[in-house]
């Protein structure tokens, strides 16, 4: 259904969710929500995020728990990608009804009640990388820990969550459930690789960054890395006013020569003092002409090496 021209307001989200929704989910029949904007600790922002324009935890347990009522639908998974959104999980006693924690239901939120989370040169870490796993037919579990992973490159306190045990708390324990549940298993993406980057110096502050990228099932689009200096801090803001960007230089790599290798000398972007402490951190990325990203390869001061969690060499 054509649903682009629907106002964000939390009577559409209501009535998606208890109306529209209700003729398409059941036993079996799983339900899969995306909500994605700004938020804060109890408050995801649709039409704004004042009062009447946002909605709440507790809102949206309500209307799940409706649809969950009179369809029977038992496999209902949540991903919210905003600041805070991992209030929509946590909840100081079992009987508060201002969280989407319930057995049965997979919440997944793009970091924690207390960290914000930020956008990337192409849209935001932790869905960029979420979603292009899912489109490889991954389950949920898996596509989670790959973006958590994606999130730690970037080095801040963006902590993603996921509860799929009820309890209202993202621990060992979770995991499970999710792991047995998938966005669609029809078709695998192909999604394109990263085979090795690096730097080559040209002198003291002009490097050669490159990345060699093998193409999946569409062509590449862009190739890009996140140059983090060894003065980097996380920015520092107010709860009421986030930042979403984390102002580090990011620079576009081509292939001049159609091989597949792709290149971008950085004059003078190396200025900065080193030490074994501090050091720049390189991030490279790759997307195709579908947004399916390759999974990020980064330099933490040892090498190049893929980036998943635990953080293994591969």
Partial sequence: ????????????????LVTWAAGKVGPEKPLFVYLADHGFVDKFCLDGCGNGVSITPAQLNGW?????????????????????SGSFISRTDPTDLNSLSKPGRVIITSTSDATNAYASAQGAYFSDAFFSCIADSLDLNSCFQEAR?????TGVNQAPQMDDN??????NGDGTVAQTRFVTRFFASLRPHITSSGTIEQSGVTRTLFATVEEGAQKID???AAVYPPSFTEPIDAVDNPTLNLAV????????DGNGRYEFTYVNGFTEPETEEAHYRLVFYAQDKNAIHAVPKGDFGGGMRNIYLPIVSK
């Fill in 1 to 16: 259904d054509d649903v682009d021209a629907t106002p964000a307001t939390p009577a559409a989200a209501e009535n998606a």
């Fill in 249 to 256: 230089p990011t620079v576009k790599l081509e292939d001049s």
């Fill in 149 to 153: 992973a994606a999130v730690a490159t």
């Fill in 166 to 171: 009820g309890d209202a708390l993202f621990t």
């Fill in 64 to 84: 799940l728990t409706q649809l969950e009522t009179t369809t029977g639908v038992d496999q209902v998974t949540v991903v919210l990608e905003a600041c805070l």
């Fill in 222 to 224: 862009v190739v890009w």
